[in-house]
């Protein structure tokens, strides 16, 4: 693991891992009392997908109010990403909350 960072709002750990294959991967917050990482294989079948990121970068921020995780390059750039992990728990939460036009933007 290279960064992470917890968002309370969306409910998990973000993390970016290091090695072949960079990736910033997720973790629902009520199963970090069991994580291991180097142990963890996503069994259950309930590892959420990661998303490929360029290698060398460094997460800086989940941002509370929308499913957008910002990621520093090692360039020094930033890019805003939308993982789908986060953009369905935002919609998920949007339609149990009668939001439906907020929901399908």
Do not use: I, M
Request: aromatic content about 6%; hydrophobic content about 40%.
């Amino acid at each position: 693991v290279s960064s992470a960072a917890v968002s309370a709002a969306h409910g998990c750990l973000a993390y970016v891992t290091s090695g072949s294959r960079q990736e910033v991967q997720f973790l629902p917050l009520a199963r970090v009392h069991a994580w291991d990482p180097l142990w963890d294989d996503g069994a259950e079948g309930q590892a959420p997908p990661p998303r490929s990121v360029e290698r060398g970068s460094e997460l800086v921020a989940v941002l509370p109010g929308r499913p957008t995780v910002v990621l520093q390059h090692p360039r020094g750039n930033l890019e805003g990403a939308d993982p789908k992990y986060l953009v369905v728990a935002d919609a998920c939460r949007l339609l149990e909350e009668r939001r439906y036009a907020e929901a399908l933007r």
